[in-house]
């Protein structure tokens, strides 16, 4: 009885909203779908020489504080959905970070992972080649 219940509550829900002009489904979201890739990571600081005007200022004007867990893509990642905001796991880093900044247009297939001001953390991270995981939102 209460299946069937719902079942009719759902229905007359889509059929009034359908009658009114809307989308009936537009409460029910796509999967995100998962996506990875293995990309050039390399490391930057928010310091002079390795940044623009402010060091502390990301490509999307979001403001970087200590503690963040922040990346800089480079550009031609954007269009899978690496995009500012977007969530991503990094092979051999604890935790989720948070694509905040974009890199100039001449790297491709890159990650920047940010290290504060830690010049000699950036340093002995050097280039490395490894798997980023993402969900895009996009599809």
């Not at 079942?7 to 779908?33: C, M, Q, R, T, W």
């Not at 970087?64 to 796991?89: F, Q, W």
Request: no cysteine.
């Amino acid at each position: 009885m209460r299946q069937s219940l719902k079942k009719y509550v759902i229905v007359l829900a889509a059929s009034l909203s359908a009658l009114a002009g809307g989308d009936a489904f537009a409460a029910i979201k796509p999967a995100k779908e998962k996506k990875s890739m293995t990309v050039t990571a390399t490391a930057y600081n928010s310091v002079e020489g390795q940044t623009d005007d402010d060091p502390w200022t990301a490509a999307w004007n979001n403001r970087l504080r200590p503690g963040d867990k922040i990346i800089a893509v480079s550009r031609d990642l954007e269009k899978h959905g690496l995009t500012n905001g977007a969530k991503v796991r990094i092979e051999g880093l604890p935790g989720t970070y948070t694509v905040r900044d974009r890199m100039n247009k001449r790297y491709k297939n890159r990650i920047d992972v940010w290290m504060e001001e830690d010049i000699k953390k950036a340093r002995k991270w050097g280039k490395k080649k490894l798997k980023i995981i993402w969900h895009d939102s996009k599809k």
